[in-house]
Structure formats: C-alpha cells, structure tokens
C-alpha cells in the first residue's frame, strides 16, 4: 500500500474534522495499522499556544481576541513543528484545516516535497454556510471567519487546483456526514 497524505480544507465549522477523522479511520483499517497516521490538526495547538505566557503566545491572544486570523507564519510554524517533531518513515499524514492561506499552502508544498510525498490529495468540502461552533458567541465572529475564508482561504483552494502535483477533490458538504464520506471515498479512490 502507498503512503496516503491527505489535507481537508473548507470553512470552519464545514466539517473537516469529522470527515479527516472518518478517512484517517478508513486508511487505518486498510493498511491494516502496518503504518502510523500523523494527524496534523492545529486547533489544540493554537489554544494551548494563545494560553501561554510567552511574548509571541500574549500578541496571539490579542489577535484571537479580536477575532482575527492568526499569521501565516505562525500557522505554518505549528504545522512544521509538529512535521518535524513528530513525521517518521512509512507515516500516512492527514491535515485538517491547514494550510489556510497562499504563502502557507506554497509552504506546505516545499514540505511535502521535502519529505518525497507523491501526489497528495486535497479534499475541498464545499458548504454555503458554516454551522454554528460553541465558540462562536456572536453572528460578528462568524462573519469575520466567513470573510477570512473568502479573503484567505479561497485563493488557497485554489492554488491546489492549478498545482499538477496536487489531486483535488470537492465535494458537496450539503449532505449527511456518511453521504459526504461516501463522496469523499468514491473520489478518492478514483483519483488515487
């Protein structure tokens, strides 16, 4: 079986996470756990970063309290570290949410190549609207995300669609969470 290096990518709250986790499940089963799976999903990261007392962790607490998108750099520094720290050989990798903006997706591309990573998939689960998280108090906070998505995300998406190296997949994320994973695996076991 080849190495699988999946990255879902949509609007927060569209979904991701349960689809990732879904797939990560799937390619497990497959390779019957010969292979470890590095699930790279940055959130937990982040709050535990912004909870810090660091110089850099009370910026980030500021701009989390202004309901702003964190840097680039900083996004692609906690996917990185966890690259680095945590990648080994014969590894699976699945991201969810990451990366969420050109530059990081441009660095995301010199890391898969880095580590000889053929043909990732990128699976785009396309919803009109977000649903709701417990996190989002207010309409406010859900349009600022909905506007870094259209701002940020969107131009990411699709520079994955133009890139040759990457295989895109998108799917309609306006169905039922086993109708988008069946999309999700007719797709990608086509495209594979």
């Known amino acids: ?26 390619i497990h089963r497959q390779d019957e756990g010969k292979s470890p799976i590095l699930y790279v999903e940055t959130g937990e990261h982040f ?8 110089f850099s962790s009370t910026l980030s607490q500021e701009i989390y309290g202004r309901d702003e998108r964190q840097p680039d750099f900083l996004a692609g520094w906690m996917w990185a570290n966890l690259l680095i720290q945590e990648m080994g050989p014969g590894m699976h990798i699945v991201f969810d949410g990451a990366p969420r903006a050109v530059s990081e997706a441009e660095l995301l591309t010199t890391a898969l190549t880095f580590y000889k990573r053929e043909r990732p998939v990128v699976i785009h689960e396309e ?18 995300r909905l506007d870094w998505f259209d701002k940020d995300v969107l131009p990411a998406i699709e520079y994955f669609k133009r890139d040759p190296y990457y295989r895109f997949i998108e799917v309609d994320g306006e169905q039922t969470i086993e109708g988008v994973h069946r999309d999700i695996i007719a797709a990608y076991d086509y495209s594979a």
């Open 1 to 26: 079986m080849s190495l699988h290096t999946v990255i879902f990518i949509g609007r927060s709250g569209c979904g991701k996470g349960t689809q990732a986790g879904l797939l990560k499940d799937r």
């Open 47 to 54: 709050r535990n970063f912004i909870r810090g007392t660091s």
């Open 127 to 144: 919803r009109l609207l977000a649903r709701g998280r417990s996190d989002d108090r207010t309409l406010a906070k859900i349009d600022k």
